[in-house]
């Protein structure tokens, strides 16, 4: 299995303008998370969703963020407008089954100057 | 803010040696679980413990549980050059968090060869 895959890697982006992840998780995983890093904060939970369905999107920042995972192998975070405070690597997870291990894919840098 | 603080921030050592750290949390969980991640990478599991286990190992890895407490330690023993990393507690709370994982702030340990 080729894991769960992000796209793209690294985004360098200015102010404002608008920044799409993208999340591949691993086939038949019913649960996908979204998570941000930063040294500040560390690993910040966003939002995640079962069978395609948000199910918490308390950790989402702002109206800014918006997720989505219009079927079970594809979800997308959105920023939009984005801001330098958005700065961080952002992550994708998925998992077999709630209580289950995470598997986490390589994980999408973004730097918004 | 995250829960479960992770002790110590950070640990350096020298091959050989073993390696403790220690994760609390404030509120009832479902299970604990243990990440790893390289520096630049995405997160690895590396063991689950569920609340009503104590103690459970995996090759030199040894993670305990103690629920009156609401404490967890990761033992690695005779550490490698290779086990450099960032070490995360990760917590499933109880009740209507089912499935979802909030991450202490993580360790960094160093192997020295």
Redesign the interface.
Known sequence: DAGVIQSPRHEVTEMGQEVTLRCKPISGHDYLFWYRQTMMRGLELLIYFNNNVPIDDSGMPEDRFSAKMPNASFSTLKIQPSEPRDSAVYFCASSQTSSGELFFGEGSRLTVL | S?QGEEDPQALSIQEGENATMNCSYKTSI??L?W?RQNSG?????LI?IRSNEREKHSGRLRVTLDTSKKSSSLLITASRAADTASY?C?K?EGGT??????????TILTVHP
Do not use: D, I, P
């Open positions: 995250q479902n299970n679980q990440y990478r995405g997160l690895v599991h689950l995360f990760a499933e968090s089912y499935g979802k994982l909030t991450f202490g702030q993580g």
